[in-house]
């Protein structure tokens, strides 16, 4: 391997392996075998020609992405986690409901905390509102706000609870540039909690063309009581 090779090696090993934890699914590799390994090529180019160490953060998508995070520094990780937070800045009118995160963490459950405070995703097909098709009204499972209506859901068959259309005013969209790409989220519009995100031309056939992938755990579900 020529010494320009291996010194493009050496700049993309560090580049691929963070993107690959940040998608968290970065194999277990000790923080003694990647210095090892990073000690051992550099090594091999001292013969030939001197290089520049690399700098502590490298900028890769206009994204700034720590290398620290490759050997385990949980401060790294946050940054890669605020990085890549995207812009969830709301437009327009702010939330109606108001609270501290302290506040939602006492109302909320682990998991709720995490997926309508803290953006996370549930596991696809684990909430049985996914397969549930009884009439009623699902509502914001932070502040109960309304937010669809049995009539809009569908199977979509993609894991989690699908709606073509909301009630109207109850969801605001904005941009979601994680993960390297730039999708549209949905939130509560009254208190401001993650729901999920919503896909156009997906060909199902509604009215909206539209579906709206909706965590299960975001909601809370009231059957119609008319009979």
Known sequence: MSPRHLLYSLIALPIALLVAFDFGCMPF?????LRTIAST???SLRPVRPI??????????GITLPFAALFGSSA?????????????EMSGEQP???????????????????????KGTERPGSHPYDHQFKEGVYNCAACDAPLYTSKTKFDSGCGWPAFFDTIPGAVVRHEDRSMFTTRTEIVCANCGGHLG????????GHPTDERHCVNGISLSFKEDEKK
Do not use: C, D, M
């Open 52 to 61: 520049r160490p690399l700098p502590a953060q490298a900028r890769l998508g």
């Open 41 to 43: 090529s550099t090594r």
């Open 96 to 118: 109606k409901v108001q609270k501290s995160e302290g506040e939602w963490q006492a109302i909320l459950s682990p998991e709720q905390f995490r997926v309508i405070r803290q």
């Open 76 to 88: 790294a990780q946050t940054q890669i986690a605020k990085s890549n937070s995207g812009n969830h």
């Open 29 to 33: 590799v000790s923080t003694h075998t």
């Open 197 to 204: 995100h919503v896909f156009k031309g997906e060909g199902f």
